[in-house]
């Protein structure tokens, strides 16, 4: 597409044909100054209150001028119209402008418009996060207005360091993209190479997280995620301290965090709002949580059906009872009862939530009880079962990669037993060893280890020896 | 090559290192753990010029790299025949552990996984053998623990005649054929060379003296019975009285396993990439197959045993249900019963503990029995020689029990050569029957 035409009416004309006269583009003629203009807005998009307070009334008593450059002048040195004023110069910039909510300004005889901010579009306000729960923090999230996002990371860190560079991606959705990173702690060739990934990206729309993270994260198939997200602006303000990088999309209430390590999985920000011995024992929670939720079914099903002799003799016979009944193999039991989980936990995602609470009576009440009195499922499998999933509940950033996990092992566990187990361990290390992001390794600073890196991770050191540390992300970087 | 530090190079190595241990299949003594500790401090002395050159910048000639590339080729297949051979004695499924099939089954899916990891990279696999390592240090730890019962302690001399220092000096040299990794990997780690390899060297001696001492506190007594006295420490000591905790040490094995062959694997293809600079793709999966087949080299994986494991029968005597067996390296005289000649074979194997090869058997001596059909079974079946001398006596149990049997088979032969007695070898025997 070209620039702007002179003729006003060759422009109107032009934009009428790109939009295919669809109706929210709205052109209003008038004419100030004796000068024939237009102005171009969506509706929908741009406060028709705002616009006429603050650029209808001052524009039409513009007295009479003896050309249109001599009235943009006029406009632009002596009029505050709005805040953000830009310029625009052609047809691409001005359907951008106008989609996302600014008016736009035409005259007779210019080839460039004036464009207001006058966004006047409804929008969610600020509410608690519903994903990363909190307790003593703040009870804010992200929105899916990205201005709305970038004024809470302003308002918790006020400093002229933290940089906020606005960009555009998407062919069709011209989403706007915000990148975050505090100046003073992010090395500029990093924010190279993650522009030049952002560059890569041709996508015709952003509609989630997922559309960039990939441009972001290594091209070889990793199990966990290299980037994060967070819908909390206080962690992310945290990150940024750090000295990552966060990428804010419009429409979206989360922000990707660049890098992502394994260790955050088992921090939260509540961590800090506790005495150190009780955020460690915390900390340690999640960790055996977190191997629970992946190792406890495998190692069930191989030490029942492969090496009965690890369990004292007690035990033994108590399994030995409840499985007499079952018809199935352990394996398979295990295998039906997690998958009747999986099936639950997405069944009661995507309902509506008036129908989730019937879901929660069928699965916990009649699926439930009537395997175990059927015997179809024993009750020591169901318990495992239950204290597994329950354990992945405990990490809930890591949910998805522990669900695959879990069965991947019980497959291996029931097959192979502990050796099968094993060997699956050696390979599921050496993937998430080898993950990396812009050179920062997914598991430090576990491996490689960096013993200053443990005060925040194996233990979480009083804030006052945290605060001497001066942590940034750049330690770990290889 | 990517770089690695100085304790990820330690642990990649050292669990290299117990798990040779671990296949190691001979006795065990304080004297091997001095012995050993000795032998590692000595080839710390001996690589510190090629440290000293490295920290220089120096690199190897390529001759050098080569050789090195088909020690560690060697020294892969050494390790894959220790898994092989302590397959079926670790608590790899019972079921599927146990021959040909089992074996393979286990080695192949190790040598997968261990590949899958080497095509990682050289730093994801430096990454993970580091939480590995330490893994494998706390399991190691319970096991040594648990070993220094004050019972136990009475086991140092009992196991005094089962190891010298010598024994513990060679092992430290035989056992260490990841010193060739660590030669070839020495110029990717950063920072001091030195460092390195004093924090490689004290583990190891560190770690191999205590997993040796483990092995001799806990099995000191039983030295003579252990296969795999390293293995059989783990196995046999219990830090919890109630229950067995063995079967866990199968993780140690099977994880330092996949490490260790990793670490070979790894390094050959990088010293085949520092070699042949165009070698680029499937480097580690030739790397892996050389290895596999060094393997079978040094074990003979498809063979059914050693040949020192078996029993070579010299003299058989038969009355179609008893055998009556004397041996060439055996002083035993084995009489096994039988519904038939093969089935009193059979039984004749239990009895002797291993399995009874009659290929070489010099001399038969048939009772009252159906002797073309014993003759024809032994000549078929059993896959006797067909030079093998057929005599008759009245009572071949008794003939072969008071008789040495090569006095009586040296009489036959030379009353054979005389003409005075007719030839006797099972072909012409059996010739003569067919008539």
Redesign the interface.
Known sequence: MHGLETSLEKSIDKIKRISGGSSDVLVNRFVTGGISCALICCDGMASSSVMSELIFEPITGISAKNDAPELFHHISGELLLSVDRPEVRDYPTLFRLIHSGFAVLLAEGMDYGLGFGVQGYASRGVQEPSGEGNIMGAHEGFTETVRTNMSQLRRRLKSPELVMEMMIKGSKSNTDICLCYMKDRVPPALMERIRRSLDRTDLEAVLTTGYLRPFTEEKRYRIFNTTGTTERPDVLCSKLIEGRVAILVDGIPYAIVIPRLFCENFQTLDDYAYKPYYAVFIRWLKYSAFLLAVFLPALYTAIVMYHPELLNSTLLMILVDAEKEAPLSILTEALFVLLMYEIIREAGVRLPKPTGGAVSIISGLIIGDAAVKSGLVSTPLLTVTALAVLGGLVVPDIAPQITVLRFLFLLAGGMFGLFGISLLSCAVLANVCASENYGFPYTAPFSPFKASGMADTAVREGMEKLQSRGFTVEEYHE | MNSI?S??LAAMLVISDLFALMCYNGGLSAYTAVGLAFGIGLQYVMVMPLVKAADKGKTLPKSVKFLLAVGIVLWGGALLGGLWKAADIT????E?AGGFLGKLE?TA??AA?SL??AY??T???A??S???AFTGVIFLLTDFISGMRPSNFGNISLSAQYGTFMDGLRLSFLSGGSLIAFIALLPCVKGSKNKAAAMYFLCRGILSAAVVMTAVLVTGGIMDTADFPVIMSAQLSQPFS???????F??L???FG??AITVQVMTAAFLAGEIFSRFRRWRCTAAIALSLLAMGLFTGCTSTGQVSDKSYVRCLGTDGKTVTLSFFSDERIITAEGEDISSALAEAEITAGRPVVTGFTELMILGDCDRKAVLEDMLKEWKVSPSCMVMYSGDPEFTIKNTDPSLLEGRLKEAVRQGKAPRCDIVTVLGNMQE
């Open positions: 530090t304790p990820q608590f790899v499924p019972y599927n286990i899916m190790v996984v899958y990891v990682e990279g730093k994801a696999a990454r993970s580091l939480i590995a109630s229950q067995r905790i063995d079967a866990l199968l993780i094995f099977a994880v996949v490490f």
